[in-house]
């Protein structure tokens, strides 16, 4: 089963990707380079990724002592996806780039992660650079970012340490002055690092030249001591290998070096790593220290990391979207070919009668097009957040702010609700197959073990649902939610005008009433801990509502087109989630408006 026409649909007939081209930056563009993008993007994922998905899954990463060993599969991978021009698709012609439209991107990058998210695709390589081509100098944008769009460098993001996990507050890494004159170095301030850090993907390996850490640390103040909490923490470019202003390499090594691999229960072809910066393993001009160059100012360092943050949360989503995708293409195929047990009549079984082959079954459809309402409906709410990017950087000065008021409000669940629910889509890819699915003969279950990464990295469930309920609904006194509910009134004022899909627009309507009552319930007291022991109830709630909006508003345009069987899955598809998952925000926005104190309150020794 391809993945392409479902693209092709969203993209075009729903998105109107196309329309993009009438603006001055994507003038040179059209539907056929559009589809020549994806074309390439979807020949190189079927050619250099899928075939070795399960082979970088089993030849894992291993350290021989001086350097990380690969599968050659990873290296022809990454060296075909360079040179394809992905790296730096977006960016400006004049700075090797495409010009194209993010939404594109995001589509292109997609088919990658359908073959095979554990080679991985340059996500973090990209997110490192657009960084520093936001809050870099001139000379860093030159010699570390166009380094890495062109693939002769990589990128990491290194944040957790092995002491602090999540709580960016605690980074202990310390950046002090590296002598007289440190401020004057043409790469930018210049500063010695000293610290570990954990969970570093993608953190040694010798797939590209160079690879450009970017990482947290804290500057000491006058007596020494470290700033508590996040004001403190400045951004650090650190280059594993030394260069020079036009960005060749010095032969001098910096002192970055790998303590270990983490061993992971997903994701085994991309390394994981623990990093000790400044050790002293390799000293640079005789000293202990890794040289790293400050980005923008000291102590606004997070404020930076946010950008490649928010970039990466959204390929988190995008990745787990994909996953649950290839497991639900899997069981399909499987559960079209499978024959097994007797359709039921009023006499009951006739074991005397052909098998069935098992999509036949209600149990079985009910599992497929609960993977189908998850995994589609996520991939429309992805290239939807991908579209509000484009119209916030070329759209006129209004809906460019509005759009990066609603991608605000809407990451955190671009981020955490495919990571949940495409994991259970996972999960019931593995129960189609039976038995089976729970061998390594068949690939479901590698899904979902790469899937089970996604509610994890770049911000837990518990920290997305914080950062909704405490800080995105309520920002600008609530306007980006107020602005996310006028989008999707107008969704159901257009529903409730086509007969077939009346009732479901009222029952979003009355799904966005409970999420507003709920909100305002939430914090009536004004204190955060009642209003945020719940936060992940309210966080499964408001993305259910929004994965609601996103499949009424798909409805529309699939109801509008020609009777096919692509239009009778998407409007099944629609009804199934309206029918079996939205009614599930009840319980959940119960315990929000009650400001339940069940889990707040109970004792540690009550455990």
């Known amino acids: 089963m391809s993945l392409r026409p479902t693209m092709d649909f969203l993209l075009n007939d729903w998105l109107g990707v196309e329309s993009l081209n009438q603006r001055e930056r994507f003038a040179d563009h059209s539907r056929e380079t559009f589809d020549a993008?994806?074309?390439?993007?979807?020949?190189?994922?079927?050619?250099?990724?899928?075939?070795?998905?399960?082979?970088?899954?089993?030849?894992?990463?291993?350290?021989?002592?001086?350097?990380?060993?690969?599968?050659?599969?990873?290296?022809?991978?990454?060296?075909?996806?360079?040179?394809?021009?992905?790296?730096?698709?977006?960016?400006?012609?004049?700075?090797?780039?495409?010009?194209?439209?993010?939404?594109?991107e995001a589509a292109a990058n997609a088919f990658f992660a359908v073959a095979s998210v554990s080679i991985g695709s340059g996500m973090l390589t990209t997110g490192n650079a657009n960084l520093l081509m936001k809050h870099g100098t001139e000379a860093q944008k030159r010699v570390f970012a166009l380094n890495e769009f062109s693939g002769r460098f990589s990128g990491t993001m290194c944040l957790s340490?092995?002491?602090?996990?999540?709580?960016?507050?605690?980074?202990?890494?310390r950046a002090v002055p590296d002598g007289a004159g440190f401020e004057a170095d043409p790469l930018g301030p210049r500063y010695r690092l000293q610290g570990n850090k954990m969970w570093i993907s993608a953190g040694e390996h010798d797939l590209t030249e160079n690879i450009v850490h970017l990482v947290l640390a804290k500057i000491p103040d006058d007596s020494g001591q470290?700033?508590?909490?996040?004001?403190?923490?400045?951004?650090?470019?650190?280059?594993?290998?030394?260069?020079?202003?036009?960005?060749?390499?010095?032969g001098e090594r910096n002192d970055v070096a790998l303590a270990g691999l983490n061993h992971k229960c997903g994701w085994r072809g991309t390394t994981n790593t623990l990093l000790n910066f400044g050790e002293g393993k390799y000293p640079v001009r005789g000293v202990a220290g890794a040289v790293g160059y400050l980005v923008g100012q000291p102590g606004k360092g997070l404020q930076c990391m946010f950008h490649m943050m928010n970039e990466a949360r959204i390929g988190v989503g995008l990745a787990a979207t994909m996953l649950g995708m290839a497991g639900y293409h899997a069981s399909l195929d499987y559960a079209k070919n499978r024959p097994q047990g007797r359709p039921i009549s009023a006499a009951g079984k006739d074991a005397a009668s052909p098998q069935v082959r098992i999509i036949e079954h209600?149990?079985?459809?009910?599992?497929?097009?609960?993977?189908?309402?998850?995994?589609?409906?996520?991939?429309?709410?992805?290239?939807?957040?991908?579209?509000?990017v484009d119209e916030m950087h070329t759209g006129?000065?209004?809906?460019?702010?509005?759009?990066?008021?609603?991608l605000e409000v809407l990451t955190p669940i671009a981020k955490s609700w495919p990571s949940e629910?495409?994991?259970?889509?996972n999960s019931l890819a593995i129960q189609v197959h039976g038995g089976y699915g729970y061998t390594r003969d068949f690939p479901v279950e590698q899904?979902?073990?790469?899937?089970?990464?996604?509610?994890?990295?770049?911000?837990?469930?518990?920290?997305?649902?914080?950062?909704?309920?405490?800080?995105?609904?309520?920002?600008?006194?609530?306007?980006?939610?107020?602005?996310?509910?006028?989008?999707?009134?107008?969704?159901?004022?257009?529903?409730?005008?086509?007969?077939?899909?009346?009732?479901?627009?009222?029952?979003?309507?009355?799904?966005?009433?409970?999420?507003g009552e709920a909100t305002q319930a939430a914090w009536a007291t004004g204190e955060p801990g009642a209003a945020l022991a719940n936060a992940v109830p309210y966080l499964q709630a408001f993305g259910h509502t929004v994965l609601a909006w996103i499949w009424l508003d798909v409805a529309l345009v699939a109801h509008a087109g020609a009777?096919?069987?692509?239009?009778?899955?998407?409007?099944?598809?629609?009804?199934?989630?309206?029918?079996?998952?939205?009614?599930?925000?009840?319980?959940?926005?119960?315990?929000?408006?009650?400001?339940?104190?069940?889990?707040?309150?109970?004792?540690?020794e009550a455990f």
């Not at 994806?38 to 089993?58: G, H, Q």
């Not at 239009?567 to 009804?575: D, P, Q």
């Open 37 to 104: 993008v994806l074309d390439t993007c979807e020949r190189i994922a079927r050619e250099k990724y899928a075939p070795f998905n399960r082979l970088v899954d089993t030849q894992e990463p291993r350290f021989d002592g001086e350097r990380v060993i690969l599968p050659q599969a990873t290296h022809d991978a990454q060296k075909a996806y360079a040179e394809s021009g992905m790296l730096s698709a977006a960016q400006d012609y004049d700075m090797g780039g495409m010009q194209l439209p993010y939404t594109v």
């Open 161 to 173: 340490e092995p002491q602090a996990g999540s709580s960016l507050s605690d980074v202990a890494t």
């Open 226 to 250: 470290l700033i508590p909490g996040v004001k403190g923490i400045s951004l650090f470019i650190v280059p594993k290998k030394l260069v020079d202003t036009d960005g060749e390499l010095t």
């Open 362 to 388: 209600a149990d079985v459809k009910r599992m497929l097009l609960a993977q189908k309402s998850y995994c589609e409906g996520a991939l429309a709410l992805e290239l939807y957040g991908a579209r509000l």
């Open 396 to 406: 006129t000065p209004e809906a460019a702010d509005d759009a990066r008021l609603l």
């Open 421 to 425: 629910w495409c994991l259970e889509a």
């Open 447 to 515: 899904y979902w073990r790469d899937n089970r990464l996604n509610m994890i990295h770049e911000g837990t469930h518990g920290i997305q649902g914080m950062d909704l309920l405490g800080r995105k609904v309520l920002m600008e006194n609530g306007k980006g939610l107020q602005l996310l509910g006028t989008r999707m009134q107008a969704t159901i004022a257009r529903a409730e005008r086509v007969p077939e899909l009346a009732a479901h627009a009222a029952a979003l309507a009355l799904a966005l009433r409970q999420i």
């Open 563 to 604: 009777d096919t069987p692509a239009r009778t899955g998407r409007l099944g598809a629609m009804r199934f989630f309206f029918h079996y998952e939205l009614p599930k925000i009840g319980a959940w926005l119960q315990v929000v408006r009650e400001r339940d104190a069940t889990c707040a309150s109970l004792p540690e």
